[in-house]
């Protein structure tokens, strides 16, 4: 019962999140704005919840992780399905993934650099 609950409640946030993205004609996918509200959600009730498998939501997560690879399979075949385009632009697409992969590490180490100074963590003194 319990993977049923949150199944659903999962499944209403995505439909509302459809049903915004419809409504607006916004550009970002109906599934990010129902994970976005499911987010801001649990944030104001300020539900706190512990690594144990009473709570519906982490039971269904634990659930659903066993068999998140195989839920990258349909992706992979979509691939697949244009990789005759994908081969004939490798070259823009391997200097995008890696000038995104270098600013993203370098916003990443800028940004834990800032948190370690102002959180002063590491056993590093800033008197």
Known sequence: MKIILSFAILLLY???GNFIQD???LPIPGTVIGMVLLFFSLILTRRRFR???TNPFI???LKLLRILPILY???GV???QYFGIIG???IPIIGTLVISAIISMIFTAY???YLLKKYEIGGVNHD
């Open 111 to 113: 940004f834990m650099s």
């Open 78 to 80: 979509g691939i697949m």
């Open 88 to 90: 004939s632009q490798s």
């Open 73 to 75: 399979v349909p992706a």
């Open 14 to 16: 995505q439909l509302i």
């Open 59 to 61: 039971h269904f997560s």
């Open 23 to 25: 409504i607006f004609k």
């Open 51 to 53: 690594h144990n498998h």
